[in-house]
């Protein structure tokens, strides 16, 4: 199968035990049968001889049995090349005329059949943004809610926390906010050990050697994995006394 001219082709083989198996070297397959459909977008007829001939490497990997006749076709949909049907017989026998005709009507109904899955594949992707749109938009909402309506900064936090839990399953959660002395830092945490009911405590750092106060002064998101040694976040390293252990 293939979707545009760009994409990478992958070959599905089925077995004589009736198992599917996979062969995506695509160096040989965009040199192989494919690169001649592509351009003629007309059916390739090939005997074993033949067959073995132009694909050397081909025969080796993919059909290192001997077969009778080996047809290629273009898998159609509005003129577009979707992949290869690619039949092999296995008697002495030679594909008919008529033969060619039934299975290009085959081929063209797997074109219409993979043109309604790659449909509703893409559908279902864009129903899954819509859906993060929404929970995006619902948590927006409600922590705009809780700023307008919270009296307290710990009422405040645990709502936050709350929506965060709810909408992205993270654990641990933290509020970093400063204080009237500028050399400290308020760190308000929750931590949910069960759904719904999270321990909540505060701790008082020093904004010295602090991470929270490299964010505050740059205005950028940081990403970093927080470890117990850390010595670039030594005061944030207390948060690992609150949080249980599992």
Not at 148 to 153: D, G, K, L, P
Request: glycine share 4%; with cysteine; proline share 5%.
């Amino acid at each position: 199968l293939v979707d545009g001219p760009m994409a990478v082709p992958r070959l599905y083989l089925e077995a004589d035990d009736g198992s599917i198996r996979s062969f995506d070297e695509a160096s040989l397959l965009q040199n192989g049968p494919l690169r001649i459909v592509q351009a003629s977008r007309t059916v390739l007829h090939l005997s074993c001889e033949d067959y073995r001939q132009r694909y050397p490497r081909l025969s080796v990997s993919i059909r290192p049995q001997p077969f009778g006749d080996y047809l290629a076709l273009p898998i159609l949909n509005h003129h577009r090349l979707m992949g290869l049907l690619e039949i092999t017989r296995h008697d002495t026998g030679q594909f008919t005329d008529d033969d060619i005709a039934h299975l290009e009507l085959v081929a063209e109904s797997i074109g219409i059949a993979l043109e309604h899955l790659q449909s509703r594949l893409a559908l279902n992707f864009e129903q899954g943004q819509l859906c993060e749109e929404r929970d995006d938009f619902h948590v927006l909402v409600n922590v705009t809610n809780a700023v307008i309506t919270e009296r307290s900064v710990e009422s405040l936090v645990d709502k936050i926390a709350r929506e965060i839990h709810c909408y992205f399953g993270i654990n641990a959660i933290s509020v970093c906010l400063p204080e009237t002395d500028p050399n400290n830092l308020t760190l308000y945490n929750a931590f949910f050990v069960q759904p719904g009911k999270p321990q909540e405590a505060q701790i008082h750092i020093s904004a010295s050697r602090s991470i929270c106060q490299q964010v505050l002064d740059s205005g950028e998101i940081l990403l970093r994995q927080l470890s117990k040694d850390d010595p670039l976040a030594c005061n944030e390293t207390q948060l690992f006394n609150l949080w249980p252990a599992d």
